[in-house]
Antibody
Framework: EVQLVESGGGLVQPGGSLRLSCAASGFTFSSYWMSWVRQAPGKGLEWVANIKQDGSEKYYVDSVKGRFTISRDNAKNSLYLQMNSLRAEDTAVYYC???????????????WGQGTLVTVSS | DIQMTQSPSSLSASVGDRVTITCRASQGIRNDLGWYQQKPGKAPKRLIYAASSLQSGVPSRFSGSGSGTEFTLTISSLQPEDFATYYCLQHNSYPFTFGPGTKVDIK
C-alpha cells in the first residue's frame, strides 16, 4: 500500500526555520518525481516545489525561492522541505505528493500525504 | 507565470444533475492540465490528468476535455459523495499553478 506521511510541522516565529519530512512507503520512491503543495487556512491550493527522481532538477514557486529548499534521500525513502526566513503568509497545511507514472510525471499525482500544519506567528 | 481561472467559483446542484466546471489558462498549455477534488479536511485527489484521461479508480461519471486555453470538467450525474471543491492545475510551465477552485454544494 502506498503511503506518504508528513511530519515536522508546528508553530514557529517569523524569521524562523522548519524542516518538513515526508516518509514514503509501498512504492519505489526513487522512480518518481515528488512535490510539495500547500493550502493556507480557508484558501485554495498552491504548488510549492517539485524534485526529480535523482534530485538533479528542482523547481519552486516564486514566493519561496531563496527561502525554501526541496530535497530527497532515496536511500531513506524520504522527501524534505527546508523552510527558512518564514513569514506569516507561509502559514498553511503542507502536503507531499507523488508524481504520475509516465504522463504528467512531474505533477502531484494519485498519492498524497495527510498534510502537516505550519503556523508562523509571534 | 500562467494564470488559471475557474468558473463558476461555486455552484449549487442536486443529486443526479449534470455539472460542468470551466478552467481557463492565460496562455496555451496544450493538454498539460489536471483536475483535483478536495473534501473538507482531506488531501486533494486527482481525478483527471492530461486534460481528459481518467485517473485509475475514479468513477466514469467524471470526464475532462479541452486543449490550449479552455478546459472543462464534467460530472455526468452528481452523486452525494461528489460535493467538494474542484481545482485545475496547469503543469505546462513552471511555476505550476492551480485555479482558485469551484465549490460544489447541495441545492
Amino acid at each position: 500500500e502506498v503511503q506518504l506521511v508528513e511530519s515536522g510541522g508546528g508553530l514557529v516565529q517569523p524569521g524562523g526555520s522548519l524542516r518538513l519530512s515526508c516518509a514514503a512507503s509501498g512504492f519505489t520512491f526513487s522512480s518518481y518525481w515528488m512535490s510539495w503543495v500547500r493550502q493556507a487556512p480557508g484558501k485554495g491550493l498552491e504548488w510549492v516545489a517539485n524534485i526529480k527522481q535523482d534530485g538533479s532538477e528542482k523547481y519552486y514557486v516564486d514566493s519561496v525561492k531563496g527561502r525554501f529548499t526541496i530535497s530527497r534521500d532515496n536511500a531513506k525513502n524520504s522527501l524534505y522541505l527546508q523552510m527558512n526566513s518564514l513569514r506569516a503568509e507561509d502559514t498553511a497545511v503542507y502536503y507531499c505528493a507523488r508524481g504520475g507514472v509516465v504522463v504528467a510525471a512531474t505533477t502531484p499525482g494519485d498519492y498524497w500525504g495527510q498534510g502537516t500544519l505550519v503556523t508562523v506567528s509571534s | 507565470d500562467i494564470q488559471m481561472t475557474q468558473s463558476p467559483s461555486s455552484l449549487s446542484a442536486s443529486v443526479g444533475d449534470r455539472v460542468t466546471i470551466t478552467c481557463r489558462a492565460s496562455q496555451g498549455i496544450r493538454n498539460d492540465l489536471g483536475w483535483y477534488q478536495q473534501k473538507p479536511g482531506k488531501a486533494p485527489k486527482r481525478l483527471i490528468y492530461a486534460a481528459s484521461s481518467l485517473q485509475s479508480g475514479v468513477p466514469s461519471r467524471f470526464s475532462g476535455s479541452g486543449s490550449g486555453t479552455e478546459f472543462t470538467l464534467t460530472i455526468s450525474s452528481l452523486q452525494p459523495e461528489d460535493f467538494a471543491t474542484y481545482y485545475c492545475l496547469q503543469h505546462n510551465s513552471y511555476p505550476f499553478t492551480f485555479g482558485p477552485g469551484t465549490k460544489v454544494d447541495i441545492k
